[in-house]
Structure formats: C-alpha cells, structure tokens
C-alpha cells in the first residue's frame, strides 16, 4: 500500500487494512500494521464462535458497527475497542509480538 504525503508534516495517511487483500482475513497482508489487524480480527473471529456481532457488541459496550468495519477490514481498531473486546470475550485477542512479528517477516 503506497502511503500519501499529508499536508502540514502531518503523518501519512493509511488506507484501511483489508485493502490489499481480497481474502481478508484469510490471507497475510504486506503492511505490518494490516497484519497485526488481521491477526486481531483472526483471533476475535475464534474468540467469538457462534457469537453475533451484535451480541459481542453489546456485551463489549462498543457499537455494532464499529465490531463490522474491524471484522471487514474497513479500519484499524483502537486500543479501547480491543480492550473492550478482550474482556467481554475473556481472552487475549493482541498477538504476541515475537509471533506477529515472525509471521509479518516470513
């Protein structure tokens, strides 16, 4: 994913994770920070079983919505939202940085 100057050396801007992948979140992405999303939707994704969305959104206090766009890729969680995932589904849904890091360099 080719990254945009933004204007008063403000950061870049950065796409959405899924957007170099057509299987998302099946398949490993290039950009280390997509991956690391990916590898949270593929641990929220266990993590939830036969959960709805809504359900897991509700019992996390976060929007609907906001569950949607991470499973699909559309944006990057922020560290409330994974918290928030993390303890209404009782498990660790980051993944561990030697594991992620091995994954992102094979």
Do not use: Q
């Amino acid at each position: 994913m080719k990254m945009t100057a933004s204007p008063a050396g403000e950061p870049p801007a950065r796409g959405f994770p899924a957007a170099d992948s057509s299987k998302w979140p099946h398949e490993r992405v290039a950009s280390e920070d997509a991956e690391v999303a990916r590898l949270i939707v593929v641990n929220l994704l266990a993590a939830m079983g036969e959960r709805g969305v809504r359900g897991v959104a509700r019992d996390a206090g976060i929007n609907e919505k906001t569950l949607r766009r991470l499973i699909a890729g559309a944006s990057y969680p922020d560290v409330r939202t994974v918290a928030r995932l993390e303890d209404a589904l009782g498990v660790s849904l980051y993944p561990p940085w030697p594991r992620a890091a091995a994954v992102i360099r094979e």
